[in-house]
């Protein structure tokens, strides 16, 4: 589990998952997908975009370094529960996914990028996880507000899919609601540097990312 138990196993940490209780998705998720989706509304000009892709303090990290992006919130969709907290959706029975919230300026970077970097950042073949991480907690998704979104993912996800000659693991969902995790997740890369979780996998997925997309990335002040 991602947590403080890493502090202590540190030197096990090639020899686990940062969580290891993990189940399929529940049936109830394939209902999902017909419901129409919820359309956010722009705060202060910023609009709002939501993926699940692996651990969230990864996924927090990658997109918080992008040009155009004001914010990125550690939370959960994708699920059929009300009020998921972190250990319920570690049971993988609530259906939720670990996501994102992202607040982005339209005028500076589009929904189309942020698709870009979703799938440049993990490995878009790994099915209910990425890298350690396994479990329908930790599943990709994109999830779509209207239908100009919804085909800029099924087409970004059918070409890749013939580049790489390879099925794609992403879920497109319509968007229904994201709830906001628990404090300690939010910036818990910028907080924690020294967790081993974060030196071994988060930050190594982050530089990776950042040396494909050089030309995205905020300049250190």
């Not at 686990?16 to 998705?25: E, G, H, R």
């Not at 979703?118 to 878009?124: A, R, V």
């Not at 390879?166 to 020294?194: T, V």
């Not at 930050?203 to 997309?213: D, M, N, V, W």
């Amino acid at each position: 589990m991602k947590n403080t138990h890493y502090l202590i196993i540190g030197i096990l940490f090639l020899f686990t998952s940062c969580q290891s209780n993990s189940q399929t998705a529940n049936p109830k998720q394939e209902s999902l997908k017909n419901l129409p989706p919820v359309q956010t509304e722009a705060v202060d000009g910023y609009e709002r975009a939501y993926f699940a892709s692996g651990c969230f303090w990864c996924v927090e990290a990658v997109y918080e370094s992008v040009k155009g992006v004001k914010e990125s919130i550690s939370g959960y969709s994708g699920g059929h529960t009300d009020n998921p907290t972190y250990a319920a959706s570690n049971t993988g029975r609530t259906g939720h996914a670990e996501a994102v919230e992202i607040y982005y300026n339209p005028e500076v970077i589009s929904f189309e990028t942020l698709v870009d970097i979703y799938f440049g950042s993990q490995n878009p073949t790994q099915i209910n996880g990425q890298g350690p991480d396994h479990g329908s907690q930790y599943r990709s998704i994109i999830f779509y507000q209207n239908e100009e979104q919804k085909k800029i993912v099924e087409e970004k996800k059918s070409a890749l899919a013939k580049k790489l000659n390879r099925s794609i693991a992403a879920e497109i969902l319509p968007f229904q609601k994201f709830w906001i995790g628990e404090d300690y997740h939010q910036d818990y890369e910028k907080r924690n540097p020294n967790n081993p979780y974060i030196r071994n996998v988060s930050i190594p997925r982050l530089l990776k990312f950042q040396s494909k997309f050089p030309h995205l990335i905020k300049d250190k002040h």
